[in-house]
């Protein structure tokens, strides 16, 4: 089963390493971004389930980043729990106006109950993160949950590297990614592997995928995408 993915958005560097080592600890993968741009692209590349969002943020604010998150198709489902030190009444209902699931005051009082809150929420969407967990494009559908590949029905025999690399190409189709972005995508951001392992790895995939390996184009002087 793949574990829940969690994006950490804080750009204070203590608190976001003892955040990601309690997920860690806790049997999360965890991402990290440390300002609003970083986030939304993060959003995007990684599909995290669940996402950290620090207010007071560099470049782009946290309140704006979850109203752009929100009103992305491909992030708008997303949960996001807000963790700053903005704790007035109005800083939480500006938090829950632009979409939030969930607001914490920090300092973090308990990293426990902090866990048990994200767990919570999980239960409370489990129904939408259900929904999403599969996706089908042009006859090839990955699930997410059950951790199965499958091409008009018959399930492919994929590595781990192949099935998350293959789920960040069909999450958006018609998406051109360049070999940095699938290392981050597929393989996680920590990941220490040449860019170039990622043709490796297309390689081996196109080769199981058979007569639809030609759904994954190769894009030149940037690196692949999934037919739209």
Do not use: N
């Not at 997920?23 to 995290?48: F, N, W």
């Not at 996001?80 to 009444?89: D, N």
Request: with cysteine; proline share 3%.
């Amino acid at each position: 089963m793949t574990k829940t993915k969690v994006l950490v958005v804080e750009d204070y560097r203590p608190l976001a390493e003892t955040l990601e080592y309690q997920l860690q600890r806790a049997g999360y993968e965890v991402s990290h971004a440390t300002d609003g741009r970083e986030a939304i692209e993060q959003a995007k590349l990684v599909l995290p389930d669940v996402i950290f969002l620090d207010v007071d943020l560099p470049i782009i604010s946290g309140v704006d980043v979850c109203k752009q998150l929100r009103a992305d198709p491909i992030t708008k489902d997303i949960l996001i729990l807000m963790l700053t030190a903005m704790g007035e009444e109005s800083d939480q209902v500006v938090g829950f106006a632009v979409g939030a699931d969930d607001y914490v005051v920090k300092p973090v009082e308990s990293y426990k109950v902090l866990l048990q809150r994200l767990k919570a929420l999980l239960r409370r969407r489990e129904p939408s993160v259900d929904e999403q967990s599969q996706i089908s494009h042009h006859g090839v559908s990955v699930d997410r949950r059950r951790f199965v590949a499958s091409i008009d029905g018959e399930i492919l025999k994929l590595t781990k590297s192949e099935f998350q690399l293959l789920e960040a190409l069909i999450r958006q189709p018609g998406r051109a990614f360049d070999r940095s972005q699938l290392v981050d995508a597929a393989l996680g951001e920590d990941t220490l592997v040449l860019q170039r392992t990622i043709d490796v790895h297309i390689r081996a995939l196109r080769k199981k995928m058979g007569d639809h390996a030609d759904l994954i184009e190769t894009v030149r002087g940037i690196g692949y995408r999934f037919r739209e």
